[in-house]
DNA sequence: ATTTTATTGACAACATATTGTCAATTGAAT
DNA sequence: ATTCAATTGACAATATGTTGTCAATAAAAT
């Protein structure tokens, strides 16, 4: 197989990846603007949802990991928080240098804020689009970004030494 | 109506949204390590890909406006490339300061072996996927991002001076 | 023709993301 | 128990993206 061509799935596939950059870049612009007022901005705010729907507290570099990104990119925001007042660190029984993240009081009602703001403008955003084709999309989306974590794992094991997420 | 709670497609848009964050993550990773032996990462090859595949060359500030992103970054990359000779930038005779940003040969061929790394990635990407749930995804996300444009475009034009994109 | 507004490249400051390194700690292997 | 690999926070360097400003140019308004 040359793999000289694309598919037709692959044909596909490259313009909706071409779509999801520019729709990823409308969203983190939309985002900035709806919690800006509230001193947040589309990183942080990612950040504390991440925080907020956790079962329970969870390290930085957990929440690295479930949201796919750099453990050093979350340290910072999250050290940041922290000197706001925003989050805070709890000690870890099962781990001395691995604290845990928790939002303060004022972090909720931050959380919330930004909730609050989101849902009128994800319902207007929304608003006539078909459930069945937006679950299709998510299922899409959901796919290629498990096949993705798949070979990204396949690659980090082959290789090199480091830790999870380098 | 006082917004308090998500309509049923504010909620599927709600849960796409997170996806597409986490894609786009992993997408930017996989293009960074799919054309890195090429010097290139994914910023500069979206970059390359936008000169390449437009009908005609443009200027820098074109070429954001159609990413959807900030003159200013294009700018800075567009810089580089000049500097290593992947492109190069000719008289606009409609326009004495937004020069036109065109491929030299080098980097018509890097960008051709860009495209031959990618092409059997995304075969295999997207092996087993339904065409049809494809399309709807592209759809979805399509006019989304057409929706998330118009509105920024309402609110850029209300209050601030300056030009297009800032 | 003159004035006003919009576009554009340049520059700078900052926010965010990526990559590599290090030491402390943990857990598994022996 | 000792050794060794993996995880984690800290730090630094670099790449990328965002925001604001400025002067030059172009286009529109008058």
Known sequence: MPD???TKAGEAVTALILDVFRLNGRLQLAGDR??????LTSARWQILGAI????RPESVACHARTMGVHR??????????KREGIVELQPNPHHKRAHLVVLTQKGQELYEAAIARQIPWVNELS?????DDI?????VVDRLKAR???ASMRQDQSSPPEGSMN
Not at 34 to 39: A, D, F, I, Q
Not at 52 to 55: G, K, P, Q, T
Not at 127 to 131: A, I, Q, W
């Open 4 to 6: 000289e061509q694309r």
């Open 148 to 150: 993705l974590e798949e």
């Open 72 to 81: 050093q990119g979350i340290q910072r925001i999250v050290n940041e928080l």
């Open 127 to 131: 608003e006539g689009l078909s459930p």
């Open 34 to 39: 709806l919690v800006s007022e509230l001193g």
């Open 52 to 55: 907020a729907y956790s079962d």
């Open 135 to 139: 679950a299709t999309a998510q299922n």
